[in-house]
């Protein structure tokens, strides 16, 4: 059982910045793809942005590309998402995400679309207001 809390949501006016946390407990991350998730009240959770468990391969959502950047400190069991210029679209519920046991040997852009085939846990979500 893997328990997801993310932190770092809040208010912000448009062109600004916020830092999310998501901090995993309960087993191990370091071999794990983890990844953000978004939604709007209403809305299907939209893909936002994913990491290899090395950090070397990431993947992002066109509407947050250039803006936004995924990363992952695996000694902390910690995945962030630096979050600049920020836009009025981008308010959501942000969620973190987390997909333990890849294969091995296989290239990471790989292991990215497998983790969005379906991630083992989800965190609660931390809100995002981008609002002037």
């Known amino acids: 059982q893997v328990q997801l809390v993310e932190s770092g949501g809040g208010l912000q006016q448009p062109g600004g910045s916020l830092r999310l946390s998501c901090v995993a407990s309960g087993h191990t991350i370091s071999r794990s793809v983890m990844g953000w998730y978004r939604q709007v009240p209403g809305e299907e959770r939209e893909f936002v942005a994913s990491i290899t468990w090395s950090g070397a391969v990431t993947s992002y959502a066109d509407s947050v590309k250039g803006r936004f950047t995924i990363s992952r400190e695996n000694a902390k069991n910690t995945v962030y998402l630096q979050m600049n210029n920020l836009k009025l679209e981008d308010t959501a519920a942000y969620h973190c995400?987390?997909?333990?046991?890849?294969?091995?040997?296989?290239?990471?852009?790989?292991?990215?679309?497998?983790?969005?085939?379906?991630?083992?846990?989800w965190g609660p979500g931390t809100q995002v207001t981008v609002s002037s």
């Open positions: 995400a987390v997909r333990l046991n890849p294969p091995a040997d296989v290239p990471g852009s790989w292991l990215l679309r497998w983790f969005r085939d379906g991630p083992d846990y």
